[in-house]
């Protein structure tokens, strides 16, 4: 698999320095996905208030795609409202369902554009929408609550 560079300087940063990982104390939903194609697995807390996410918190082990896309997810939903995360959710899902045809709308995704080259190669999709489907399960569950 071959990635621009700094696309991929950007991943292993996110992969080395994992952002909101160690979960937290309480949480309106958790939620356990695991990609057995690949054998990631995450496990992800969410805490929603008046439909604000206000904490996003996660462990997991996998490799370094499937850690990375849930540290910059966490990263770009935290502080988000529900309809704004449905928005980002959207973009990041067609991004990887773009077989590298897209390039990704940086002001919606910030950071995670970084992921349109992992969109070419089919076997790692999986790996990196592994943490936002978590989410959306999450978001679901903390929504039924
Ligand atoms: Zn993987």
């Not at 008046?50 to 502080?79: K, N, P, R």
């Not at 067609?94 to 190669?121: C, H, N, R």
């Amino acid at each position: 698999m071959e990635l621009d560079s700094l696309y991929q300087e950007v991943i292993l940063d996110h992969y080395k320095h994992p952002q909101h990982k160690g979960l937290s104390p309480t949480f309106s939903a958790q939620v356990s996905h695991v990609n057995t194609s690949c054998g990631d697995e995450i496990i992800l807390n969410i805490i929603l208030e008046d439909d604000v996410i206000t904490s996003l918190t996660w462990e997991g082990q996998g490799c370094s795609i499937s850690q990375a896309s849930v540290s910059m997810m966490t990263d770009l939903l935290t502080g988000k409202s529900l309809e704004e995360s449905e928005t980002i959710v959207k973009s990041f899902s067609e991004l990887m369902a773009s077989k590298g045809t897209s390039a990704g709308d940086p002001e919606i995704l910030e950071d995670a554009v970084v992921f349109a080259g992992v969109s070419k190669f089919p076997g790692r999709v999986k790996c990196s929408l592994l943490g936002w489907m978590a989410f959306k399960d999450a978001s679901i569950q903390a929504q039924a609550q």
